[in-house]
Each structure stands twice: as C-alpha cells, then as structure tokens.
C-alpha cells in the first residue's frame, strides 16, 4: 500500500474538471494535498481551488481529441470527462463525447507513461438484460441504448492501456450532490422541493443504484494511494442498505421538509440491485447507506 504522503510527489490530472462530478474530485484531491491537473475544455472556476496555478494546482484548457501539452508530470490519470445523457442527446455526440475522449485519455496516459488510470463509467452499460433482478460484473451486457454502448465501447478503449498501467473502471449509478446531473432521485427531489406528487411503481421493491459525490471522491482517493500494478478492474458502485422505492420517496420528502404526496401507480419493470460486493472486498470501500446519501443531498439541496 502506498500514502498520501507518496502521493504529494505525483501529480494527478482530472479530465472534465470543470463537470459536476470533476469539480468535486479536483477539490477533494487538492483539500487532500495531492497535486492536481485539472483539464477542462472551457475556463469555468472551480469551487474550494485556486484561481491562479500553484505549487500543487494546475488548470489546463485543452481538448482530450487533440493534443495536450503538459508542464509537469503526470502519473495517474483520473478520467471524468463524459458525455452525460439528456433528452437530445444524439449517438454521434455519444461517441465524440464518450469514446473519442477515451481514445484521448489513451494517448495522453501513453505519451506521459502514467501508471494508474481510474475512469467512470455507467451501470447503463449492462442494459436490462432478460430475467435479470441483480447486477454484478459478470452480467451479460445485452441491448443496451446509445449512452451504455458508447460508455462500454469507452471501458474497452482504456483497456488497451493495461500492459502500461492499471486501469480501474468505476460503473457508477446516479450521483447525487450539490449540482447534480439528472437522474431518478435528482427527479424525486425536484418534485418534492415543489411540492409535487411523486409517482412511483414497484413500491416494495428495493433500489441501491444511487451515490453520494462525497462517496465517489474517497474512493478515487483511495484508488490512488493504493500500490499501483499493471491491469485491468472493473467495479460497480452503489450505496450500502438498499431501501425500498416507497422508503425512498418518503426519505426523500421527509428529508425536504415537504408536502409531497406519494402516487403509486401500476405497471412499471421493477429496478435491478446494484451488487457491489466486489468494491468491498478488492478494494475494501463501502458506500454510505442509500437513507445517509438522500439525508446529505437533502441536506445540500438546491434547486437549480
């Protein structure tokens, strides 16, 4: 096992730092005393960081498509830069966003000869795969839509870099935090801010497939203060004590203070569990419980 300590002599660059996600590492890892790069494709400030370079702080404006130039040496490659999924999301901005990055992530990792490279990727990869009730790393990846194809057709691309570094991918559900991208709990919030019904189907089923970011920050950290060694991981990501889809709304409300009623209505495939068993026992992290991860986003909320 290596430390932080180690680790003050290693720089690290963060690919979409200027994101909701990125943000959040590049602070943790600079509060951490960590040097960091923070690669963004557009200025755009970044909380709890300088404004300025420093002795443990770069901002790089670049492009992952296209060359980069680099001051200092990087060791470790934490790849964030993605292209989320939204409404009018199109295939092709798909696959300049999430594997042509990835190629761009490949090509810098080589030309730098970094050691470690930890990137997240999406529990969308595995689809909905027929009779499945749980997911695990060896669930068949089956037919899944264009964001799970071009986030899986990205995993493959970082594998080529195993015979030079390790390479860890994070399957990540819904993030929550200050910021947040959309997803299924952002939505619930949304609603109950406004004192909307929340409609729900499968009440008693259970869901995991959510994280806080503060979650997600102390796991990187703890990826990269482990011993690096060449190869390839990849790990799924969920919270800790599943609660029902019901428990979920009512956290949800209770949490905002809220007038919210909920509405249950029929039909609907019930959600797949999260199993993170592999994140526990080879790496040995275990994400707050999913009641802990909405109280701290209740607790953050704001809308935007």
Known sequence: MGSTEQLERMWTLVTGAGGFVGGHVTRHLFECGIPVVALQRTPRGIDGVPDEDGANFRRLIGDLTAPIALDVPIENIVHLAARIKTANSTSEAFEAGNVATASGVVRLAKATNSTRVIALSTISV??????????????????????????????????????????????????????????????????????????????????????????VCRLIERLLVAQPARGYNVVNVSSAKPLSIRALAENIINGLGSASKITVDAGGEPPCLIDAERLRDRFGYEAMSVSKAIALYASEYRPK
Not at 128 to 134: E, H, K, L, Q, S
Not at 172 to 181: K, T, V
């Open 126 to 215: 595995y689809g909905r795969p027929a009779g499945a009730t749980v997911l695990t790393e060896k669930t068949p990846i089956t037919e899944t839509d264009a964001y799970g194809m071009s986030k899986h057709r990205a995993e493959l691309t970082l594998k080529e870099l195993t015979d030079q570094a390790q390479v860890t991918t994070l399957r990540m559900p819904g993030i929550l935090g200050r910021h947040a991208n959309p997803n299924l709990v952002v939505g619930m919030c949304e609603k109950a801010a406004r004192n909307e019904a929340i409609r729900i189907t499968n009440p008693d089923a259970l869901f995991n497939s959510t994280v806080h970011v503060s979650d």
